[in-house]
């Protein structure tokens, strides 16, 4: 039986029906991530030993239970931006390598109730930075479709993960885009949540008014059954909140006639890519035949929303970061003074893409520059938030390509930091709105994913997944799979 | 937009990095094009001074939890008799 075809309900049926075991579906993934691996790089940190003792113990549990915590026996992947108490965590970065957190990630906590068995750590950008996985601090991951391209970025190792069956899920952490980009080009679902729906207390923060936690998983039900465990407020993330998620099983399903959604023109501008705007507009064609009513709609400021981001977003950084001082974990240049082994520290371990955040962040904060940049850009964002608000007086939802290309090959951008930079453009105005996406497949161009991002009100998630799961119950292109060797 | 070496300099040291000569030119090159992209805001008009936020922040007791502390102390890059080691903040020369 291939365990890996599997959604999380029909593993929990098979499971509570003893169909099969929790040892059989790991070592069926596990057995997978060897397989694959080599070719892939999509783990940093592979908890074998670890997956393997909680598989035979949540089998123990199985026998005397009749009901079911929701994520039984579900393999899952962390990005490894999430720490994991005495496992490895390193943010990709050369400046963690054998970290070794003393906690747990609230969602980590939540998913191991929940009875998650995890896999292991995926590779990302050093530090959530980037578009493309090639800024690991370690090595750059591989697209499942096609190894010569990038998974996308910066959760790039997670939709790797996923798309090759080496999890089931991954959770990935989205700042400007990095769980949505990396699903489009690997052809899975990504979600970000509404900001502050899901705890980020041991996310290691890059910006922390823009950071949000979500599921890449290969249908809407799963994505959909992980928001319902890891979502709600905890008292250790002071932005987290405690807006009611309602039941989502329930929601998903019902019927999507006469949602209004609104296809903003300048989402297809000059630079995306012509044959990706066709298969978009053909999905949207689409939910107009599922019985969406589909209208035009304009958002004049989100033209702006990426110089907007690369002055919010390296500001905090630049504060962010100011934590790896090499004195207190983490690797060290101990120098002949303190300022020495601090600038030594950072200087020599963290990366190229890193270290110009820091300095364009701290420009944008320094005396002379802050009224100009960032004074201008937290109104500016403001705008920005403003005109979604009031398009969603009009429409329920937003329908927009993911991104304006399909998956680019390793290397072809990593010069130009501006082009990367503009690789967002499509996501980036969703987290200066603090606004529910989702990417979910919609096709696929010389063998590579294309994807279209749908757009909600703050805490409406249920819509957005409503339309997902009935747009993805009409097509087929969440079954397809990469073949790998 | 034009950056200088001693500018990209200052900017290292207030950002406590130590930067190489080469890092020096590719920050001439790279972020004179960045900024002059982010300097595009000027030109927008802010219609409002909307200053409503969603956001409302969850507060919690300011009480002591107990930590691993062994534990962290173990992560210590220098440590003496398990105290926290740094080098000195001034240097007698």
Redesign the interface.
């Known amino acids: 039986m291939d365990f890996s075809n599997l959604s999380i309900a029909e593993l929990l049926a098979g499971y509570s029906q003893k169909k099969f075991s929790v040892k059989e579906v790991t070592a069926a993934y596990l057995a997978n991530i060897k397989k694959y691996e080599p070719s892939l790089k999509a783990f940093l940190t592979v908890t074998e030993e670890a997956a393997k003792q909680r598989a035979v113990e949540l089998d123990r549990q199985l026998k005397n239970s009749s009901q079911l915590p929701p994520l039984f026996g579900i393999p899952i992947s962390l990005k490894d931006v999430l720490v994991t108490r005495g496992i490895r965590t390193t943010a990709a970065s050369r400046l963690l390598d054998n970290y070794q957190p003393p906690y747990d990630a609230t969602v980590v906590k939540l998913l191991s109730t929940a009875g998650a068995v995890f896999l292991g750590k995926t590779n990302c950008d050093e530090f959530a930075m980037g578009a493309s996985n090639e800024k690991s601090g370690f090595y750059p991951t591989h697209n499942p479709w096609r190894l010569d391209c990038v998974p996308g970025g910066s959760s790039g190792g997670s939709a790797a993960s996923v798309a090759a069956r080496e999890c089931l899920v991954s959770i990935g952490s989205d700042t400007g885009g990095s769980i949505r980009q990396p699903a489009s080009f690997c052809g899975v679902v990504g979600l970000k949540p509404t900001y502050g729906r899901v705890s980020r207390y041991g996310l290691i923060a890059m910006t922390s008014s823009l950071d949000q936690i979500g599921p890449l998983t290969r249908s809407v039900a799963d994505a959909a059954s992980v928001l319902q465990v890891i979502a709600g407020p905890d008292k250790y993330d002071a932005t987290s909140a405690a807006h009611i998620l309602p039941d989502l099983a329930k929601e998903i399903t019902k019927s999507v006639k006469g949602l209004k959604v609104g296809v903003p023109t300048e989402f297809f501008g000059p630079g995306l890519d012509k044959r990706v705007e066709q298969l978009v507009r053909k999905a949207i064609d689409q939910l107009s035949d599922l019985g969406a009513l589909v209208q035009s709609v304009n958002l004049p400021t989100v033209k702006y929303a990426i110089p907007t981001y690369y002055i919010l977003s390296p500001a905090e950084i630049s504060a962010n970061l100011a934590r790896y001082d090499g004195l207190r974990y983490g690797g060290s240049y101990l120098a002949e003074d303190l300022a020495t082994t601090y600038s030594k520290t950072r200087g020599s371990l963290l990366g190229a893409e890193v270290k110009r955040r820091i300095i364009l962040g701290t420009y944008v904060l320094s005396a002379g520059y802050y009224d100009a940049y960032y004074k201008k850009a937290v109104k500016v964002g403001r705008q920005i938030k403003k005109e979604f608000r009031e398009i969603f007086k009009q429409v329920d939802l937003l329908a927009t390509p993911t991104s304006p290309t399909t998956a680019f090959t390793l290397g072809s951008r990593n010069q130009d930091p501006l082009a990367m930079y503009l690789e967002d453009v499509y996501t980036v105005p969703v987290n200066i709105a603090g606004l529910p996406a989702l990417s979910l497949p919609v096709g696929q161009l010389d063998g590579l994913p294309v994807g279209l991002q749908l757009i909600g009100r703050p805490w409406e998630e249920h819509l957005v997944l409503r339309l997902a799961q009935a747009y993805e119950q009409s097509t087929n292109w969440h079954t397809l799979q990469p073949e790998l060797k | 937009m034009e950056l200088t070496t001693s500018d990209?300099e200052h900017?290292?040291?207030?950002?406590?990095?130590?930067?190489?000569e080469n890092?020096i030119e590719?920050?001439k090159q790279?972020?004179p094009?960045?900024?002059d992209?982010?300097?595009?805001?000027?030109v927008?008009t802010?219609?409002?001074?909307?200053?409503t936020t969603?956001?409302?922040?969850?507060?919690?007791p300011d009480q002591v939890e107990p930590?691993?502390g062994p534990?962290?102390i173990?992560?210590?890059?220098?440590s003496a008799e398990r105290l926290?080691s740094?080098?000195?903040?001034?240097?007698n020369d």
């Open positions: 990209i900017l290292a040291k207030l950002a406590r990095l130590s930067i190489s890092e590719k920050y790279d972020l094009a960045i900024l992209y982010l300097g595009s805001l000027s927008v802010v219609t409002s001074e909307d200053e969603d956001q409302t922040l969850r507060l919690r930590f691993d534990f962290l173990d992560q210590l890059p220098g926290l740094v080098p000195p903040v001034f240097n």
